[in-house]
C-alpha cells in the first residue's frame, strides 16, 4: 500500500468532443488513478486512446467534460504552477537562442532577468547543453532540441513533469541517450521534480523508465491495468524479467479487459466486429509477410509478440492492427502473449497464389460484416452495381465521414485483391464484372 504523499489525483474523469451534427464523441471513460512522491508513471496505450487528452486534462490546459482532479489537494481549473509539459514535436521558437527559450518560462512568471540567466544557464549545463547557448533550433539535431524543450521545463523548478511522447520523434540512438540521462537526472535528484507523468505507445520505453504503468484501452479510452515495475535501476532490457515484463505488458494489451477469461471465439465476438467496426488499417502484402514469417522453420508458427515487433521494426500502433486482422480472419490467436498461427493460418502461408486469394476471400466475406454486405447489395441488384457513396452514407450512420471514407477505402482493397468485388476508381462504382 502506497504511503507516500499524493501529488496528483484522478477521480472519474471523463471527455467528450462534440461532432458535428452527431451525438458527442466519448475520448476517456471513468479514469481514476494516483501520483505519488517518487514516482515515474506511463500512460501506455495504442494511439487514439486518450492518453495526451488525458495529460492535457491534467495540465489544466483543456477541461474535462465530468470528474475531479487534483494537484496537492487543490482542484485544478487551469495551468497550475507547479507542472511542466514536454511536447512532442520540440515546440521551440525558432527565432530565440536556446538560452532565450529556456528562459521563456522564467520571464513569463516575472523573474528577474538575472536569476533567470542564472537558472537558465545552469539547466542548460545539466541537461547536456553547455556551449549552445547562443545556438537556434535550426542549428540542432533533434536530439538537441529535445534537450532544449526539457531544459525549458526543468528550469521553473516543476513539482510534476508532465511529457507527451517527449522520444517518439526522434532515431532510436537519440532516444535511448535521452531517456538514460533523464532517468539519471531524476535518481541523483539534480531536479526538484518530485513526479513524472509520460505518455507512450512505447512498450520497452514504459518498462525501462516507469515505477508504474497504466495501460489504456481504446474507443473510448479506460483503464485496462495499472502495473507496478519492480525492476531495479539500471535496467537491463536482455534480463529475463525485464523480458517477462514486456511479454506481459503485450499480452495484456492484446486481451480482453478486466482480466475477463473467454474462449478465443467469445473473444473475438465482444469485440463486436458488426457493420460498425473500424477495420484495421493493414493491407494484403503486410498480412502476408506476417503469417509467412510465423510459418517459416525458425518459428514454426509461434512467435512471442515482443520478439515479433523486433523482428519487423514495428511498433505497437503498426504491430497491431496487423495481429488483429490476423485474428479477425482466423488465421491466428494469441496464447499467453505469443502469435499462434491456426491451421487456417497455416493453409493460408502454404498455399499458392490462387489459393490464398481463395482463402482469403472465403476469411473476408465470413468474418468481416461490411465486405459481407457489399457483396450481398451486388448480388441482389440487378445491374450488380452500386456505387461508392451508397455505402459511404451507410457507413456514416456509425461512424464520421473521414472514418467511413478510411474504412471503406481498406475493405475495398480488400475485395479487389480477392476478387469478391471491383470497383472502378473513374466511376465510382462497386460491381461484380470481375468476380
Not at 528562459?103 to 532577468?113: N, Q, T
Not at 533533434?142 to 526522434?170: H, K, T, Y
Not at 539519471?184 to 505518455?199: A, H, M, R, S, Y
Not at 525458425?298 to 511498433?315: D, K, T, V
Request: hydrophobic share 45%; glycine share 6%; no cysteine.
Amino acid at each position: 500500500m502506497q504511503t507516500r504523499p499524493v501529488i496528483i489525483e484522478l477521480n472519474a474523469i471523463n471527455k467528450s468532443f462534440q461532432q458535428a451534427e452527431r451525438q458527442e464523441l466519448l475520448v476517456l471513460d471513468n479514469i481514476n488513478f494516483k501520483l505519488h512522491e517518487g514516482e515515474i508513471v506511463a500512460l501506455l496505450g495504442k494511439s487514439g486512446s486518450g492518453k495526451s487528452t488525458l495529460l492535457r486534462i491534467i495540465a489544466g490546459l483543456i477541461p474535462a467534460s465530468s470528474g475531479d482532479v487534483w494537484y496537492r489537494e487543490r482542484p485544478v481549473k487551469g495551468p497550475v504552477y507547479g507542472m511542466a509539459m514536454v511536447f512532442q514535436s520540440f515546440a521551440l521558437l525558432p527565432w530565440l537562442t536556446v538560452l532565450e527559450n529556456v528562459e521563456i518560462g522564467l520571464e513569463a512568471l516575472g523573474v528577474s532577468r538575472e536569476e533567470r540567466r542564472e537558472r537558465a544557464l545552469k539547466t542548460i549545463d545539466v541537461i547536456g547543453l553547455d556551449g549552445f547557448e547562443t545556438a537556434y533550433p535550426k542549428e540542432l539535431s533533434g536530439g538537441m532540441r529535445q534537450r532544449v524543450g526539457f531544459a525549458r521545463a526543468l528550469v521553473i523548478n516543476p513539482d510534476v513533469l508532465l511529457m507527451d511522447e517527449p522520444f517518439s520523434a526522434l532515431d532510436v540512438l537519440t532516444a535511448d541517450n535521452l531517456r538514460s540521462d533523464l532517468l539519471d537526472l531524476w535518481q541523483e535528484k539534480k531536479t526538484d521534480t518530485k513526479g513524472i507523468i509520460f505518455v507512450t505507445h512505447n512498450i520497452e520505453e514504459a518498462v525501462f523508465m516507469a515505477d508504474r504503468i497504466i495501460i489504456f484501452d481504446s474507443n473510448p479510452g479506460s483503464i485496462r491495468a495499472d502495473l507496478v515495475v519492480n525492476l531495479e535501476h539500471p535496467r537491463n532490457d536482455q534480463d529475463i524479467p525485464y523480458r517477462k515484463m514486456v511479454d506481459e505488458i503485450y499480452g495484456l494489451m492484446l486481451s480482453l479487459p478486466q482480466g475477463k477469461k473467454q474462449s478465443y471465439e467469445q473473444d473475438l465476438k465482444l469485440r463486436r466486429i458488426d457493420l460498425a467496426y473500424r477495420v484495421p488499417d493493414v493491407n494484403v502484402s503486410e498480412l502476408m509477410g506476417l503469417i509467412e514469417m510465423i510459418n517459416s522453420a525458425e518459428y514454426q508458427g509461434r512467435l512471442g509478440m515482443a520478439e515479433l515487433a523486433e523482428s519487423l521494426h514495428l511498433n505497437v500502433d503498426d504491430l497491431f492492427p496487423l495481429v488483429e486482422l490476423s485474428e479477425i480472419f482466423r488465421f491466428s490467436q494469441i496464447i499467453e502473449g505469443e502469435v499462434e498461427l491456426t491451421l487456417a493460418g497455416k493453409l493460408f502461408a502454404e498455399a499458392d497464389i490462387l489459393e490464398r486469394k481463395k482463402i482469403f476471400a472465403r476469411h473476408l466475406i465470413k468474418y468481416i460484416p461490411f465486405a459481407k454486405r457489399i457483396r450481398w447489395v451486388l448480388d441482389e441488384r440487378p445491374g450488380h452495381h452500386a456505387s461508392r457513396e451508397r455505402f459511404l452514407a451507410e457507413l456514416e450512420d456509425f461512424m464520421s465521414e473521414a472514418e467511413a471514407r478510411h474504412t471503406l477505402k481498406i475493405i475495398i482493397e480488400w475485395g479487389r485483391y480477392a476478387e469478391v468485388f471491383a470497383y472502378d476508381d473513374k466511376t465510382g462504382l462497386l460491381s461484380l464484372e470481375n468476380p
